[in-house]
């Protein structure tokens, strides 16, 4: 996904980051692909990260040991993903299916995350 993020217009690297709800994404050129730094309460009862904030949608998740499999299906898309924790840090995937104006795009995110503290209430 990285790559093909290079060779997006900047009409279709704008359509990412609204697909990416607005989180405060960098994209570089040269195969340096995009990153993002987002804070995410993750519980028990919500044990991977809620990448969308859009009302309507549906999140569904299997535990199997340290891993959590989880799948999000709202209006005009569809994600799945897996996240393995060991301690205090985590690493896992989403596939997401979004299509936005017409638009059918596919999307592959590699996220890793770091325990900073409690959720706050």
Not at 26 to 32: D, E, I, L, T, V
Not at 94 to 116: C, F
Request: hydrophobic share 25%; proline share 3%; net charge negative.
């Amino acid at each position: 996904a990285m790559k093909e993020m290079e060779n997006m217009s900047p009409e279709d690297k704008a359509m990412m980051q609204k697909m990416m709800g607005g989180m405060n994404v960098r994209m570089a050129g040269a195969g340096a692909g995009m990153s993002t730094s987002v804070t995410k309460c993750v519980t028990n009862e919500n044990p991977a990260p809620d990448a969308t904030a859009e009302e309507g949608c549906r999140q569904t998740h299997s535990i199997s040991g340290n891993t959590v499999n989880f799948e999000t299906v709202c209006t005009d898309s569809k994600s799945t993903g897996q996240m393995t924790y060991s301690g205090d840090s985590m690493t896992g995937h989403i596939k997401s299916h979004q299509t936005v104006d017409g638009q059918a795009t596919d999307t592959t995110i590699e996220v890793t995350g770091q325990y900073v503290g409690p959720c706050d209430q």
